[in-house]
């Protein structure tokens, strides 16, 4: 280990690895003892346990640490650690666990990763552990949500040996633990390090603010984002990576390394920033840049934001000298169009014009195609965002009939798949009602249940269709207007969601009594028939309400297409 580098925290780096006999003496053992499939957030703290990223934790937090580090944001020895890393476990594992015992570790595949030998079991206070490390109870603050619904009851303490690491298939070469990022810096001659913390693409902005902050500090810059567990609904890390790696070319050579962190993010805005730079520590920076709400998770849905725009640099600048790593307080940079520059915000003279483009503003920009300027991003990192985020005329879509039986919903959908055939350029799947229930449904009959099941599944399938840029379009009758609302949700999270309500009348449908069922349904041969014997739930938020008394099938499809072109998802090219 080269000494020159920052001491790591608590003075050791931690290796928690076991050599290959030991691992493989661990591994045949493990058949006398309990096992834990650890959740997704588990394998991200465990892997930084067992690389040191966590020095000087030996393993999941004991109660008197976990305990310590809730009320004191220290662990039992005294040592400076603001969040608690702690193992969950369900009452059944708990119940066949003592003191001294193993527990085998063990990844979703069942590999297992290591050997935790238990020192103590107890019931988390949650609410206690919420309202101190986060300063909420509010189930808003997504750790907060975390503890109310994605933790197990039971806490186990105790230290870890690690067999293997958890595997990673993707940007091998840039996931570095701690040893290797100090070895590359020992390497590099790197002695003053900055270490950039993010979750998000980089920009223009921050490609200054770093470049700035590590000109102005004479060191050099560790770009170090998070791809372990970040917050719901962020660009995924695939992306987030290539544009990394694009920006990374637009610093000076030899001056900027990237290495990627396998972290579970809290969003604990001051607690976390102060994790941040403990981490980052243990990585060999010296310094680490803080912005303005650090790893927060912004505003609760009254619009007051979880912690203050500098309660992070704050908690940081209180403990800096008993952390040894420096904080870097971000200056927010703004463009300035009469300079052509960016500039950090309190530098601005007063009257001047600034220009910025939030994140929601740059993803309407995406989704529409519109051009994104080049003074706020580089074009090599705007391709890689336009790959993930195509214009609508690219994403896939869902149209998603509903209506009662014989209301028209299959003729108008089969009309519909075969324009957007014609039109061609995407692949069309259509999961009719009927196709559907003699296929993917077959063993399903019409109870409430059941009704949901199917359309679950046809949500699921339609999902699939639309996250690989399909169109989808479904003809159930779908009677239920929450699991409607629930595909939805899924589908609308995967490009495009359009109901349609094919609002036919009950009468209307009896009269036209296509396949005999109504008079069926009437004379109590075919039971719980919708609309008869079963309810319909009309749609309070179809995207077109479609009449099929005087207007014809092909008028219909003509009117969702018109819809489609106006929303933006066929492209005028294609018509
Ligand atoms: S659901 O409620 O969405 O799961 O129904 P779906 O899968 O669309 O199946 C409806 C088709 O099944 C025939 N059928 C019935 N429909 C309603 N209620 C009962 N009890 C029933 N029994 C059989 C009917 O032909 C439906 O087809 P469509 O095309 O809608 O007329």
């Given at each position: ?21 030991r ?5 045949e053992?493990?058949?006398d ?11 991200c703290?465990?892997e ?15 109660k ?9 944001m ?6 400076l650690w ?7 476990v ?12 193993k527990?085998?570790l ?15 079991i107890?019931?988390?206070?949650l609410?206690?552990e919420a309202?101190?490390?986060f ?5 808003e ?13 039971w806490y186990v ?10 595997k990673?298939?993707?940007?091998v ?5 701690p ?6 810096f020992?390497?590099?001659?790197w ?6 913390q993010t ?5 223009r902005?921050h ?9 102005e ?31 990374l ?10 290495s990627?962190l ?7 805005g ?7 730079a403990?981490i ?5 920076c ?5 912005g303005r ?13 979880f912690?203050?725009p ?6 940081l600048?209180?403990h800096e ?7 870097v307080?971000?200056k927010?940079m ?5 300079r ?13 014009k600034t220009?910025?483009?939030s994140g929601t ?6 989704s529409?195609?519109r ?13 890689e ?9 690219r994403?896939?879509?869902t149209?998603?009939?509903t209506g009662l ?22 692949p069309v ?5 009927d196709?559907?229930r003699?296929?993917?449904s077959?063993?399903?009959g019409?109870s ?22 399909g169109?989808?379009?479904c003809?159930?009758?779908a ?6 609302k629930?595909n939805?949700?899924?589908?609308s999270a ?15 449908c ?8 109504y008079?069926?349904a009437r004379?109590?041969?075919?039971k ?18 479609l009449d099929t ?22 492209g005028?090219?294609?018509t």
């Amino acid at each position: 280990m080269p000494t020159h580098l920052i001491r790591p925290h608590g003075g050791t780096l931690v290796d928690l690895l076991a050599d290959s006999d030991r691992a493989a003496e661990l591994k045949e053992h493990s058949r006398d003892w309990p096992s834990w499939d650890l959740t997704s957030r588990q394998v991200c703290d465990l892997e930084l346990l067992m690389n040191g990223g966590f020095s000087p934790l030996r393993g999941f937090m004991n109660k008197a640490d976990y305990e310590g580090v809730c009320q004191t944001m220290r662990l039992a020895d005294g040592t400076l650690w603001p969040i608690p890393i702690a193992l969950d476990v369900t009452e059944e594992v708990a119940e066949g666990l003592a003191p001294g015992g193993k527990l085998a570790l063990r990844d979703a595949e069942g590999n297992m990763l290591a050997m935790l030998t238990v020192e103590d079991i107890w019931q988390g206070d949650l609410d206690a552990e919420a309202e101190n490390v986060f300063g909420t109870t509010n189930p808003e603050h997504p750790a907060v949500a975390y503890l109310a619904s994605s933790t197990d009851p039971w806490y186990v303490g105790g230290t870890i040996e690690g067999l293997q690491r958890p595997k990673h298939y993707d940007f091998v070469l840039l996931r570095l633990g701690p040893a290797q990022v100090r070895d590359e810096f020992a390497r590099l001659g790197w002695r003053k390090v900055v270490a950039f913390q993010t979750r998000n693409p980089m920009h223009r902005a921050h490609q200054e603010l770093t470049f700035r902050a590590a000109a102005e500090l004479e060191a050099n810059l560790l770009i170090h984002p998070v791809v372990g567990l970040t917050k719901p609904g962020d660009v995924d890390h695939y992306t987030r990576v290539r544009c990394y790696q694009a920006i990374l070319r637009h610093y000076p050579k030899h001056t900027a390394l990237m290495s990627l962190l396998p972290l579970a993010m809290r969003l604990g805005g001051p607690r976390e920033a102060m994790w941040h730079a403990i981490i980052r520590k243990n990585f060999g920076c010296t310094h680490l840049i803080v912005g303005r709400d650090h790893a927060g998770p912004g505003s609760d849905s009254s619009g007051t934001p979880f912690y203050g725009p500098y309660d992070a640099q704050e908690l940081l600048q209180q403990h800096e000298d008993e952390l040894g790593i420096a904080m870097v307080p971000f200056k927010m940079m703004v463009y300035v169009p009469d300079r052509d520059a960016y500039v950090p915000i309190d530098e601005v003279p007063e009257g001047i014009k600034t220009l910025s483009i939030s994140g929601t503003q740059l993803r309407e920009r995406l989704s529409a195609g519109r051009e994104i300027p080049p003074w706020f991003s580089f074009p090599d990192v705007v391709q890689e965002l336009r790959r993930t985020y195509p214009p609508r005329s690219r994403q896939g879509f869902t149209v998603f009939f509903t209506g009662l039986s014989g209301a028209g919903k299959s003729t108008i959908a089969n009309v519909l798949m075969v324009k957007l055939l014609e039109m061609g350029g995407r692949p069309v799947t259509l999961w009719d009602g009927d196709i559907v229930r003699k296929n993917l449904s077959s063993e399903l009959g019409f109870s409430k249940e059941h009704r949901d099941i199917n359309i679950r599944r046809i949500g699921f399938v339609a999902a699939q269709n639309t996250r690989n840029g399909g169109i989808a379009i479904c003809a159930p009758i779908a009677p239920y207007d929450a699991i409607r609302k629930e595909n939805r949700e899924l589908i609308s999270a995967c490009g495009g969601y359009i109901l349609v309500h094919v609002a036919t009348s009950l009468e209307v449908c009896e009269q036209r009594d296509t396949k005999g069922l109504y008079a069926k349904a009437r004379a109590g041969i075919i039971k719980e028939f919708t609309g008869i014997s079963d309810p319909y739930e009309e749609p309070d938020d179809a995207d077109i309400v479609l009449d099929t008394v005087d207007v014809t099938p092909e008028e219909c499809a003509q009117q969702i297409i018109l819809h489609l072109e106006r929303e933006g998802y066929i492209g005028a090219g294609e018509t």
